[in-house]
């Protein structure tokens, strides 16, 4: 399944939405496109991404959202994910990985998660 992302500037974050699958096929992609967003805002930018209709990450995605943090986290910029799928949620928390990303469920509980700092 082809992996559509999204990027839009807000006022004081980037958004990014995510469609499809994320797996050794494809998540290099997403990689690639948050590296972009990172190089517009090397003061440390704050970042939104929404995976409004993903279902499936497999392990290569896991491990590129943990590089995609750990990047973040680098240049001072504030990373929350919106995960609206059960099946995700659930992958998150098995993994542990709920311990290391700021999670919600909506874009606008991401912004005041942003917001709180």
Do not use: Q, W
Request: some cysteine; proline content about 1%; aromatic content about 6%.
């Amino acid at each position: 399944m082809d992996l559509m992302i999204d990027v839009k500037k807000e006022k004081g974050y980037t958004l990014i939405s995510v469609n499809g699958e994320i797996d050794l096929y494809n998540a290099k992609e997403l990689k690639d496109r948050v590296g972009y967003v990172c190089d517009d805002s090397p003061d440390g930018g704050d970042l939104i991404i929404d995976f409004k209709d993903v279902d499936y990450i497999d392990s290569t995605g896991l491990g590129i959202m943990i590089g995609i943090k750990r990047r973040i986290a680098e240049s001072n910029g504030g990373l929350v994910l919106v995960l609206h799928s059960d099946r995700i949620n659930k992958l998150f928390d098995i993994t542990g990985l709920k311990n290391i990303f700021t999670i919600t469920r909506s874009v606008d509980d991401a912004v005041a998660a942003l917001k709180k700092g």
